[in-house]
């Protein structure tokens, strides 16, 4: 029973094409986050969304776009990739004031 | 702005052996503290919750301890074993998340 599940796992594109990242967590949590952990596998915050509203936009590109169709979805749209947007994007989701947070088993996206 | 350091970037030591990872961070206020485990190629585990108004929390062979006024959390492992090699990362919950890099850790059988 996955708690926390992202697809696809691995993702090879070309620059300058545009992709989609889902998430879907099945442990009734109201709060969800797109990560980003890079080269040196250092995780960065990129959203966090709460009951299907937007409470986090760190510093992202315009061309990542989150959208949250429900509490149990979260997914993560990138236009017009580039080569620096290769990484491994986590989405992780957490019950409002537990804290305790659960994390999916990553995306790997390269661009080429 | 929130910075999260962890030291040491890399630990060798031998099975058996009590293992101690260090976590600072900038801002005390904080709501909690978390400690994760990650596998190469895989997602975070949670392995321990610090609140706020906690000073440790304990599970299994693992403790973790709180210093809020100081910004330190400290990650004890004890008696070591080859499945506990991975990489560690605490996270610091000021509203959001921010993760230290991480120490990568290699018990030797």
């Known amino acids: 029973d996955t708690a926390v599940s992202q697809t696809p796992k691995y993702l090879v594109t070309q620059m300058g094409n545009d992709k989609s990242i889902k998430c879907e967590q099945n442990?009734?949590?109201?709060?969800m986050y797109w990560y980003k952990q890079d080269s040196k596998k250092f995780l960065k915050i990129m959203f966090s969304y709460n009951n299907k509203e937007l409470i986090i936009n760190e510093t992202v590109p315009n061309r990542f776009s989150p959208k949250s169709p429900d509490k149990a979805h979260l997914n993560l749209h990138i236009n017009s990739l580039e080569l620096g947007d290769s990484a491994v994007y986590f989405c992780?989701?957490?019950?409002?004031?537990?804290?305790?947070?659960?994390f999916g088993e990553g995306s790997r996206l390269t661009v080429l | 702005k929130q910075e999260v350091t962890q030291i040491p970037a890399a630990l060798s030591v031998p099975e058996g052996e009590n293992l101690v990872l260090n976590c600072s961070f900038t801002?005390?206020?904080?709501?909690?503290l978390q400690w994760f485990r990650q596998d190469p190629g895989k997602g975070l585990t949670s392995l321990l919750l610090i609140q706020s108004s906690q000073r440790e929390q304990t599970s299994g062979r693992l403790n973790a301890s709180l210093d809020k006024s100081s910004g330190r959390s400290t990650l004890y492992i004890a008696a070591s074993q080859p499945g506990d090699s991975a990489t560690y990362l605490c996270?610091?919950?000021?509203?959001?998340?921010?993760f230290g890099a991480g120490t990568t850790v290699t018990v030797r059988a």
């Open positions: 442990l009734g949590h109201d709060t």
């Open positions: 992780a989701s957490t019950r409002t004031n537990t804290g305790e947070l659960f």
């Open positions: 996270a610091v919950d000021d509203y959001k998340l921010s």
């Open positions: 801002d005390s206020a904080i709501y909690n």
